[in-house]
């Protein structure tokens, strides 16, 4: 079982930062595959980052060059950090986790991000 608990979310202007963190627990973090997704009012879920256990990373089109996910196994967090943000990034962002061995997912409660024209 994995527990996931996100933070960092809030209200920022068209053009600024957040940064969100995720704090898992409960497993071996660097066997898990982590994932940054979100949904917007009326939207599917979407994936908007993710990074492997080697370290590989994907993004969705509409972030590459503003958004950078990184993971600390020693911490167990991987964080997402949002430059350059737009309205449309607007919406509530989930941690996401898959294991690689028990190919198990887990979900995190989801934080706010609210971007303002």
């Known amino acids: 079982q994995v527990q996931l608990v996100e933070s960092g979310g809030g209200l920022v202007q068209a053009g600024g930062s957040l940064r969100l963190s995720c704090a898992a627990s409960?497993?071996?973090?660097?066997?898990?595959?982590m994932a940054w997704y979100r949904q917007a009012p009326g939207q599917q879920r979407e994936l908007v980052a993710r990074i492997n256990t080697g370290g590989s990373i994907n993004y969705a089109d509409s972030v590459k060059g503003r958004f950078t996910i990184s993971r600390d196994n020693g911490q167990n967090t991987v964080t997402l950090q949002m430059n350059s943000l737009k309205p449309e990034d607007t919406g509530i962002y989930y941690c996401y986790a898959s294991g690689v061995i028990t190919m198990r997912t887990y979900w995190g409660q989801g934080t706010q991000v609210t971007v303002s024209s």
């Open positions: 409960g497993s071996v973090f660097s066997r898990y595959i």
